[in-house]
């Protein structure tokens, strides 16, 4: 497929939008890795691990009004929140990532007298992602 603008990424909690995105990170496999180096071994030896796939971060505008935004937010301050499903839609290639995420932290800044309010927020994605077509 030809290069295309990622202007139109949604992410999405279930179905509700977070709105007003600038900037999400896309979660990617990390392998463990297992040592498994005996006495006998020549050099170190090693066997790949369960993946991690760490964090995804995103950054916008803030907008307490929007609806995703506030699950977002309500869930970094709620203890009890659990693990929700996730999708993020590159809907100018057609795919997506689907995932099982928690909320870390939704951090509001206000930058400075000439600038717009902004938020920064991670989500700690827990089990397999996958990438399918879209919609």
């Known amino acids: ?3 295309t ?14 709105g007003n995105i600038t900037q999400i990170s896309i979660p990617g ?7 498994v180096t005996d006495f006998s071994s020549a050099a170190a030896e090693f066997l790949p691990g369960l993946a ?8 916008g505008w803030f907008n307490d009004a929007d609806a ?4 977002v937010r309500a869930d970094a301050f709620d203890i009890t929140a659990g693990t929700k499903a996730w999708t993020i839609a590159f809907v100018n290639q057609a795919k997506k990532f689907t995932f099982n995420a928690w909320v870390k932290s939704f951090v ?8 717009a309010y902004d938020f920064t927020a991670t989500l700690r994605v827990t089990g397999l992602v996958t ?3 879209y919609p």
């Open 1 to 3: 497929m030809a290069k």
């Open 5 to 18: 603008r990622a202007l139109g990424t949604i992410l999405l909690q279930g179905a509700i939008a977070v």
């Open 29 to 35: 496999p990390v392998k463990t890795e297992i040592d």
């Open 52 to 59: 991690d796939y760490g964090e995804v971060t995103f950054s």
């Open 68 to 71: 995703g935004q506030t699950i």
């Open 108 to 115: 509001p800044n206000a930058g400075g007298p000439n600038a």
């Open 131 to 133: 990438y399918a077509v």
